[in-house]
Nanobody
Framework: QVQLVESGGGLVQAGGSLRLSCAAS????????MGWFRQAPGKEREFVAA????????YYGDSVKGRFTISRNNAKNTMYLQMNSLKPEDTAVYYC????????????????????WGQGTQVTVSS
């Protein structure tokens, strides 16, 4: 049973930084792709970033390029999202997700690709 557990959310002022973590368990993830999505109140779940667990290839949503960095630690089975220069519009619940079919580049933006989801962690950016 795959389990994804997010942590690291919280309240931060605009311009600040946070690092989210996603601890994965229950499988060998070497062939998986992993992603971060977010959902603000009243809005659809939005793609943030994705990473190939095997070779570290990455892909970012336009709204976070240059500010957010996705990474993973294979030994710890943990994925990270370093968020810098945060804006009030980054306020959302952030979810990590896993795609057992592996890396497909730009297709990683589609949330329907992902088999497994975490419960989410709240990020609030005050102005």
């Amino acid at each position: 049973q795959v389990q994804l557990v997010e942590s690291g959310g919280g309240l931060v002022q605009a311009g600040g930084s946070l690092r989210l973590s996603c601890a994965a368990s229950g499988r060998t993830f070497s062939s998986y792709a992993m992603g971060w999505f977010r959902q603000a109140p009243g809005k659809e779940r939005e793609f943030v970033a994705a990473i190939s667990w095997s070779n570290g290839s990455t892909y970012y949503g336009d709204s976070v390029k240059g500010r957010f960095t996705i990474s993973r630690n294979n030994a710890k089975n943990t994925m990270y999202l370093q968020m810098n220069s945060l804006k009030p519009e980054d306020t959302a619940v952030y979810y990590c997700a896993a795609d057992s079919r592996g890396w497909y580049g730009a297709q990683m933006t589609y949330r329907t690709r992902y088999d497994y989801w975490g419960q989410g962690t709240q990020v609030t950016v005050s102005s």
